[in-house]
């Protein structure tokens, strides 16, 4: 009797154990989630701020993004409407980032692994908003592979981090050794996440590596003509383009426009273009040109890359002279 009564009240205690999981106990070291009432748009919590610490993982929590991402070091700036109906993520590149981007990484610090695009969620097609919280319908009552998502809701807290909470059921069971298992029932977990507030000197670190780079090939085509890479490391596009000049008075200058690669676009963001002799180069984007070795028999003159940030357009150009081709540095080709 007393081995039976042992053996009931070990089940119990395991059964009790599975079940309870986790539990849903906010971590006891993080700052308390800040409370709501007085800080909604519309029915939602005002999510606005710039926080650090993102991944690719952060757009599927809201079905979005894609399978193959792996992309760090990103921060993500939110905006949001007045009445909560829709919320802009805007991701960037951490200082740590971009200096992977530029090829300049620290030897502790990892290579590049891409940068999240802007993604716009609106309110019913990506979320619902109650208590508080602003909840994720790709996580609402949804099957995965060997679980079950019943909830997952985001809010802040009193030190301006972005908390997570993510609640899944598995189907649990014990057996030993070949017997069948005993079913215990659906055991639930709660996990807690949070980004917090980007650093805030990590925005003037970033300024400081932005630009363009222009570099070339090792080598030299037929003699004569060498590829030159021009990189565009600001977070927003550019517009860019190759001109040459002519020796002989009158005559209008070459223009070759940059590699199109158009950035993502939304309905919150207007929509702009470059001027049509210029190509709209995307954030961390490289065009390749072929540039001549100076001939000073040939009547046409020295190169230059004119290039200005997309939608200012009564800006000047900014210029970038090449006088030589081959005095610009090497491009490290492992980068």
Known sequence: MKLIRFGCWTLWCLTAVLLAGCGDQYPKDWPRPAGSWWSRLGSCPDLRGDYGDMTFRFPSQFGMGSTMDRWSANHARITQAEDGSWMRVEFGLTAEGL???????GVDEPSFQGVGHTMVLRESDHYRCSG???????????????????ELRFAKDREGGLIASETTTREQSIGWGDSPGVSLGRGTRVDWQRWPPREPNDEAEVRKLEGIKVQRAGWINNGRSVPTYFSNFYQKPICARLVRSWRIDGQKPIVTRADEMRRSRDEVVPDVSCPTDSGEMAPLMTTIWQVDVPDPDSALGDYR????????????????AIQDVRTLPIRDTGR
């Open 132 to 150: 508080g919280w602003l909840h994720s319908l790709a996580r609402e009552e949804v099957d995965g592979d060997s679980m079950r998502y019943e």
């Open 99 to 105: 200096r992977a981007a530029r090829g300049e990484q």
């Open 305 to 320: 890359i004119e290039w200005q940030h997309l939608g200012q357009v009564d800006e000047p150009w900014q210029v970038h």
